[in-house]
C-alpha cells in the first residue's frame, strides 16, 4: 500500500486548485458580508465624509481574514468526510483522505484534520513539508487526525 500514498508535490498542485476553489467561494460570503455590514450610504459618492463606524470596524481585515480561515476549514471537512472523501483539488488529481485503516473519514476528524492546518501553517510550513519525509507522506495535520491521503 505504501505507493498508494499521494506525495507531496501531487498534494502542493491539489492545493493551488483548491486555493482557487475557495478564491471564489471566500468573494461570494465576504461580499454580501460587508455589503450587509455597511452603512447604507457607504458607496455613495455624493454622501458627507464622516469618520470610521462601528460597521467599518467590524469589517476590518482581521475579520475578512477569519471569515477566510472558517470558510476553508468548513470546505475541506465537508468535503474530505462526504463519500467523495476529498477536496475538488484531491478529486481532480484521483487522490482521497481516509483514516489510518482507509476508511472514510468521520466530519469530527475531518474537522481536527483541517483545524491542525493552523499549526502546520503556523510551524513555518514545517508541517506541511512532513509530508515530504514520512513513511506514509502524512504532514502533520494528518498524524494529528490519524489520515492519510492516497491516490485513487
Known sequence: ??????????R??????DSIVLSVLYLLVIIPLYDSLSPPDAFDP???????????EVTSPDVS???LVVVA???????????????LGKLALELKVTDAEGGRLSLSKSLI??????????SLLLGYIAAAFT????????????AIVLKR
Do not use: C
Not at 483541517?114 to 503556523?122: D, P
Open 1 to 10: 500500500m505504501s505507493d498508494d500514498y499521494a506525495g507531496f508535490w501531487l
Open 12 to 17: 502542493v498542485v491539489a492545493f493551488v486548485i
Open 46 to 56: 455624493d454622501a458627507p465624509v464622516q469618520g470610521p463606524t462601528f460597521f467599518q
Open 65 to 67: 481574514l477569519l471569515v
Open 73 to 87: 476549514i468548513l470546505y475541506y471537512a465537508t468535503m474530505e468526510a462526504s463519500r467523495h472523501q476529498g477536496s
Open 113 to 122: 484534520r483541517n483545524a491542525s492546518k493552523l499549526l502546520s501553517t503556523a
Open 135 to 146: 513513511r506514509r507522506k502524512q504532514a502533520l495535520h494528518d498524524l494529528i487526525a490519524g
